[in-house]
């Protein structure tokens, strides 16, 4: 996982004003991105084309939108997606010319040229649910690219640990990916408080938190982003909290919200999307954590130690 991406977020959330600067990059920029956009599935793909570009907030939106929309975007007119991602036609435009091609059109054909690519042989034949867990497969893989570099993992880790207590946020499609990171969690971390809930108690329960010494909050944004997680993440800033967020993409909606944001797409093939790579960046970063708390060995065998005794489990 390139420390790029949690810097990137960091960036934006201080740069969030500067929404004028596109930052355009060269061709060259583009053709770099052409040389990686054989791996991964469509969305990793055009992650891959985005990161290391500096965004405005509108050109993220764009952005999160392709990814999204990964499937139809080689073949969305620059109307079309503009209405999708709720932007002005010339704000694609610029998009596509802040990404380094000369315009729209040139960035629709880069992505027809690197379409063909998505599919192995046979995949022609494979039938929708076949599809939705070859997509997954694919997410799976460019998540294990990312993490060759284990920085950024190993930094919220460490943030994670030293928590005293450890708010852990997700709320509506991440309920549930919350719930499991916080479940395993509390095994080798002393106080860990799942914030599952929206409403006007969350920011009540951020305060509790912050009061009882945490410096950290995790949060976990899966599509589609409630609005009271952006505002809830955006308040936990504002008390001082570390924010550290797993989502679907660097573009999402809480990456401004976001010190460290560490992307794992989902699969969006059936009617409700698929979350096997977020799943599994939060097993990774409980063995992030588990590596920077210096008792989480003792812990885990004091557990297993009692759940023996109470006959806990079957096997």
Excluded: W
Excluded at 244 to 251: K, Y
Excluded at 287 to 294: H, R
């Amino acid at each position: 996982m390139s420390t790029d991406t949690g810097a990137s977020a960091e960036a934006e959330a201080r740069a969030a004003g500067a929404a004028g600067t596109s930052g355009a990059a060269g061709t060259s920029g583009a053709a770099g991105a052409e040389d990686e956009a054989g791996a991964g599935s469509g969305a990793a793909r055009l992650q891959q084309l985005f990161e290391g570009h500096r965004l405005t907030p509108t050109q993220r939106r764009i952005a999160h939108c392709m990814v999204r929309r990964a499937a139809d975007a080689p073949f969305l007119s620059s109307v079309e997606l503009a209405e999708l991602a709720g932007v002005s036609q010339p704000s694609v435009t610029r998009f596509a010319v802040a990404l380094g091609f000369d315009g729209y059109p040139a960035l629709r054909r880069h992505l027809r040229e690197v379409a063909p690519a998505e599919r192995g042989a046979g995949e022609d034949s494979y039938n929708e649910y076949q599809q939705a867990v070859q997509s997954e497969i694919d997410n799976l893989r460019h998540l294990a690219s990312l993490l060759a570099d284990p920085a950024p993992v190993v930094r919220a880790g460490r943030l994670l640990a030293e928590s005293r207590p450890l708010p852990v946020l997700g709320l509506r499609a991440a309920s549930a990916q919350a719930g499991g990171f916080a479940y395993f969690a509390r095994k080798v971390h002393p106080d860990v408080r799942l914030l599952d809930e929206g409403g006007t108690m969350l920011a009540d329960r951020v305060d509790a938190a912050v009061r009882a010494g945490a410096t950290a909050l995790l949060c976990f944004a899966l599509p589609r982003h409630p609005r009271e997680v952006v505002e809830g993440l955006e308040y936990a800033r504002s008390v001082g909290l570390t924010v550290v967020t797993v989502a679907d993409s660097a573009f999402a909606p809480v990456a401004r919200h976001s010190d460290l944001l560490l992307p794992a797409a989902v699969g969006t093939g059936l009617a409700f999307d698929t979350a096997c790579a977020p799943m599994l960046l939060g097993r990774v970063l409980l063995e992030a954590m588990c590596d920077a708390l210096p008792d989480a060995q003792a812990r885990l065998e004091e557990f297993d130690a009692k759940a023996a005794a109470r006959g806990l489990f079957a096997e």
